[in-house]
C-alpha cells in the first residue's frame, strides 16, 4: 500500500466556489503529478512537479493551479468551480528508479453543481 | 500519434475462470509497459512493470507478457476472484523523457460472477 493521501475523498460544491484538493505523500518523492480521469475513459495528466518550487502544466489543459512548498505536499486549487469541473482527480508520487513507478493516491470525486 | 489501445473494453467471466485481457501500443520510443489494477473509486495500484527486454512478468495469478516486436502485451489472471473486479489498465512509458511520459490506455472492465 502506497503512502500517498487524497482529501476530501468526495466533494459536492456549488458553481463559483473555490476549492482545495490535497495530496501529501511520505515517502520522500520528489516528482508528484496530478491527473483527471472521466468514468470509462483514460487519466490525464493536468499537473506535474519536479521539486519544490517547481511546477508545470500537463497535457490536459486545466484551469486549475498547483503549488509545491513542501516535498511531501502538493495541493491542486480550483478558483472558482465550474460543472465542466466535475471529475476524479487523482495524486500520484513516483520515485527515482529507471522505471519511475508511480503510486498513486485513492482519489478525489469533485461534483460542481 | 503515440496511444495505447486496450481490448476487450469490458468483459464479464465466471469465479473460477481464467481470462486475458490485450494492450496494443503504438508509443515510440519505448521504457517500459505497466499493468494496473483500479478497482472503483480508487487510484491504480501497480501489477507489473516490464522493460524492452523482459518478456512476461508475474504477479501472483497475474501474468503480463511483451511482444516489443509487435508492440503488444497482455495479461492473463488465472483461478479469477470476486475481488478481481477492477478495471485493468495498461500504461507505456516512452524513453528518454526526465518525466517518464505515461501514455494510458482506457482500461478493460472485469466483472467476476460468483
Known amino acids: 500500500e502506497a503512502d500517498i493521501y487524497q482529501t476530501p475523498r468526495y466533494l459536492v460544491i456549488g458553481t463559483g466556489k473555490k476549492i482545495t484538493l490535497e495530496c501529501s505523500q511520505t515517502?520522500?518523492?520528489?516528482?508528484m503529478y496530478w491527473y483527471q480521469q472521466d468514468p470509462g475513459m483514460e487519466l490525464h495528466l493536468i499537473h506535474y512537479?519536479?521539486?519544490?518550487?517547481?511546477?508545470e502544466k500537463g497535457d490536459l489543459s486545466s484551469e486549475s493551479t498547483v503549488s509545491r512548498i513542501r516535498t511531501e505536499h502538493f495541493p491542486l486549487t480550483l478558483e472558482s468551480a465550474r460543472p465542466s469541473h466535475t471529475s476524479q482527480y487523482l495524486c500520484?508520487?513516483?520515485?527515482?528508479?529507471?522505471?519511475?513507478?508511480?503510486?498513486f493516491g485513492p482519489g478525489t470525486r469533485l461534483t460542481v453543481t | 500519434k503515440n496511444q495505447v489501445e486496450q481490448s476487450p473494453q469490458s468483459l464479464i467471466i465466471l469465479e473460477g475462470k481464467n481470462c486475458t485481457l490485450q494492450?496494443?501500443?503504438?508509443?515510440?520510443?519505448?521504457?517500459?509497459l505497466r499493468w494496473y489494477k483500479q478497482d472503483t473509486g480508487r487510484g491504480p495500484v501497480s501489477l507489473t512493470i516490464?522493460?524492452?527486454?523482459?518478456n512476461t512478468k508475474s504477479n501472483g495469478r497475474y501474468t503480463a507478457t511483451l511482444d516489443a516486436d509487435t508492440k503488444q502485451s497482455s495479461l492473463h489472471i488465472t483461478a479469477s476472484q470476486l475481488s478481481d473486479s477492477a478495471s485493468y489498465i495498461c500504461?507505456?512509458?516512452?524513453?528518454?523523457?526526465?518525466?517518464?511520459?505515461?501514455?494510458f490506455g482506457r482500461g478493460t472492465q472485469l466483472t467476476v460472477w460468483p
Open positions: 500520484a508520487s513516483s520515485d527515482l528508479t529507471l522505471t519511475y513507478e508511480q503510486y
Open positions: 515517502m520522500g518523492h520528489d516528482k
Open positions: 512537479s519536479y521539486g519544490v518550487n517547481s511546477t
Open positions: 494492450c496494443n501500443y503504438t508509443v515510440s520510443p519505448f521504457s517500459n
Open positions: 516490464m522493460t524492452f527486454s523482459e
Open positions: 500504461v507505456v512509458s516512452d524513453r528518454g523523457s526526465t518525466l517518464g511520459r505515461l501514455y
